[in-house]
């Protein structure tokens, strides 16, 4: 493993999403300061070491080198995305757990799937999640398409499998044109690859252009107060860096949860070793892929289990399980407000129109599971 997982500056290592408006004790606390950063004489020296470390989210999407982001390809993915017909029960689609209403979360600690089972884990957002170098907490998904794979075939998730979702496509006439249209030159377009091809081509689209943060970055003096600057300040020097940097500000590494000082067992699950399932390696134990701290405030709760719902609180519990120190609250106050700049302009996405099943669609599994039969 690399030194710089148990460096001292693994700080807010895994903070996932964000507060939900829960807040504004802490920007009370700062003053409420709305005063903009044009007078500040430090704004240059902090801007040029800001635009060192992280980059503005582009308005349009990345390319992505495997999938074509065509525009029949993006409508089938939007369409599939919401598709609940995707899952055994007819009720869950990926909106479900990553609700663009909601920041691309669900404010759960974690998620619940078919037969009202509970995941092992807080669901992260889908928003910029294009640009994280993997997916899943412990990165077990190398891009968007083998993620999209992994929900719909979980038990605890969607409860499918590749071959009903296969049958049940191909079962309504408007899905085979639609990947006909997409996937061109096919024999058979309609395949459990291509679905996640699809899905993955309309979430890279799912970008936040235009935080004040960005805004900021790009020469507007205006766009963040002076708190703001401030809480940015202190976010370098403290070396939040560490792990949250880039255009997502984290996403980009795996890092150890309590360096210095374990959080406790409802924070941090005892059984829930992180990416030590994937590579089997004793390094890897308790080490989770950062979180992008971009919209942080829409979404709620917490790390990976969903135990924090608070912002303030997940940054003063990161101080000392990362950095064995004590921010004193008005580092707290603004590193919190700062993290509000993060928050860009949402994806406007209007509901697709689902086409209507067929006699020959699988019909839907409601049964519940007898560890998950209520008592």
Known sequence: MKTDRIGSFLFLAVLLGACSGGEAPAMAEAGGDQATTTDQGEGPAIRAQAAA???????????????????????????????????????????????????????????????????????????????????????????????????????????????????TLRSIPEYRERFAKSFPGETEPVTFDNMALAIEAFEATLVTPGSPFDRWLAGDDAAMTAIQVKGLETFVSKGCTGCHAGVNFGGQGYFAFGVVQAPSDEIRPPEDKGRFAVTSTAVDEYVFKSPSLRNIELTAPYFHSGKVWSLAEAVSIMSSAQLGAVLTPEEVSAITVFLGALTGNQPEVEYPLLPPHTADTPLPDVSVPSAAAPH
């Open 53 to 167: 470390l992280f980059k503005i989210v582009p308005a349009e999407p990345p390319k992505l080198p495997h999938n074509e982001l065509t525009e029949e390809k993006v409508e089938l993915g939007k369409m599939l995305y919401f598709e609940p017909r995707l899952s055994s029960s007819w009720l869950i689609s990926c909106n479900t757990c990553h609700n663009l209403s909601l920041g691309g979360i669900d404010l759960m600690e974690t998620s619940i799937g078919h037969g009202w089972q509970k995941g092992p884990r807080n669901a992260p957002t889908v928003l910029n999640a294009v640009y994280n170098l993997a997916q899943f907490w412990d990165g077990r998904a190398v891009d968007l398409a083998e993620q999209a794979k992994g929900p719909v075939q979980a038990s605890v998730e969607m409860a499918s499998d590749p071959e009903r979702v296969v049958q």
